[in-house]
């Protein structure tokens, strides 16, 4: 009986987090598509598979994208319960589903996130909840945003982050976390 009311707890939380996120959407203002800038990245590039993605540096799971499959089950067999084991399990799928160079991208990112001060990390790893906590649409847009951003140069990304088109399609606070990220876990991944 109490594994059923469990089960039924749970059911009832994931209908009232999706009715909320499609009401959210309903009420949020389509991003609005603009032409390419002069010497930028086209406004609207599509993203690659995992290319926009905001990992939580801090997971189980991005410890063990450098290991070898048999080193990754040893690491997980020593996770205390089959939730967590779980987790990781998808993310490391998720990660190794992803295009080589894809790869490289995340484990770039988060060798630079291991080189930041932990204030800093804390600050990363606030501002990407804050992210995953938007509606979908506005998530969306801001993903799509540090996506583009991470394509350019530092002078080309700060160059795009002044632009009045550029903030135009954000909020205020959408603008905060955006350039947050841009500068600290963003930046450019091409050298």
């Known amino acids: 009986m109490r594994r059923i009311l469990q089960i039924g707890s749970i059911l009832l939380l994931l209908a009232g987090v ?8 309903k009420d949020s203002p389509p991003p609005t598509k603009s032409a390419p800038a002069k010497g930028g990245a086209p406004r609207q590039q599509p993203i690659p598979k995992g290319g926009a993605r905001l990992l939580n540096p801090a997971s189980i799971a991005a410890r063990l994208f450098r290991m070898t499959p048999e080193e990754r089950e040893h690491a997980l067999e020593k996770l205390p319960n089959e939730l967590a084991r779980e987790r990781a399990r998808k993310e490391l799928e998720w990660f190794d589903g992803l295009p080589k160079e894809a790869q490289e991208i995340q ?85």
Do not use: C
């Open 18 to 25: 999706s009715y909320g996120r499609h009401q959210a959407a």
């Open 107 to 191: 484990l770039r990112r988060l060798d630079h996130f291991a080189q930041l001060t932990p204030e800093k990390r804390a600050e990363v790893r606030g501002l990407m909840a804050e992210v995953n906590a938007l509606p979908g649409p506005r998530s969306a847009a801001v993903r799509q945003a540090l996506y583009q951003l991470q394509q350019l140069t530092d002078q080309q990304r700060d160059n795009t982050l002044q632009r009045p088109a550029f903030q135009a399609r954000f909020s205020v606070e959408e603008l905060r976390v955006i350039r947050a990220l841009a500068d600290a876990w963003m930046g450019p991944v091409q050298e």
